[in-house]
């Protein structure tokens, strides 16, 4: 007969909503896809390269934010603070400001966007990948037999 015994040196965390999942996991792509656009834009100088980055920050823009809010509004309900969760959270503000200022920067004219654009796209696909990463990597506690 064997026993089997709960692991308690793992940390119980609660799992993420699966809507909150797909807003996180959702947005990463999209801010790949600005990085990408904008890459290309730099060494075509095509400009539906930028407009392809404009709208695909605008929607990572709306998923990152809604997963923000998301964020924020668990923080607030969860009994205890965690550090993992606060420190995911705080950069994907830091992600989605900048996010912000990467889109008033593709509104200006074509040639404009060069290279603050380019560089700004780097900072906020490393925020927010970073984040969610955080977000959606938790230890799970276990059964040792």
């Known amino acids: 007969m064997t ?3 709960f692991d308690t040196s793992a940390a119980v965390h609660r799992p993420l909503h699966p ?29 539906q390269w930028k407009n392809f980055a404009s709208w695909l920050n605008a929607g990572a823009l ?3 934010g809604l997963a923000l809010l998301w964020s924020v509004l668990s923080m607030v309900s969860a009994h205890r603070r965690r550090r993992r ?5 705080a950069l994907l ?3 989605w400001i900048i996010g912000f200022v990467n ?14 654009g380019l560089v700004l796209a780097v900072i906020v696909f490393a925020l927010v990948a970073v984040a ?11 059964v040792r037999a």
């Open 3 to 5: 026993t089997a015994t």
């Open 85 to 89: 969760p606060v420190l995911a959270g």
């Open 19 to 47: 809507l909150h999942v797909l807003l996180l996991a959702g947005s990463v792509p999209m801010f790949l896809g600005v990085l990408m656009s904008d890459i290309a834009y730099a060494n075509s100088d095509q400009v």
């Open 62 to 64: 709306l998923l990152s």
């Open 93 to 95: 503000l830091a992600g």
């Open 132 to 142: 969610s990463w955080l977000s959606l990597s938790f230890e799970r506690s276990g």
């Open 103 to 116: 889109s008033l920067v593709h509104a200006k004219d074509a040639g404009a966007t060069l290279p603050e």
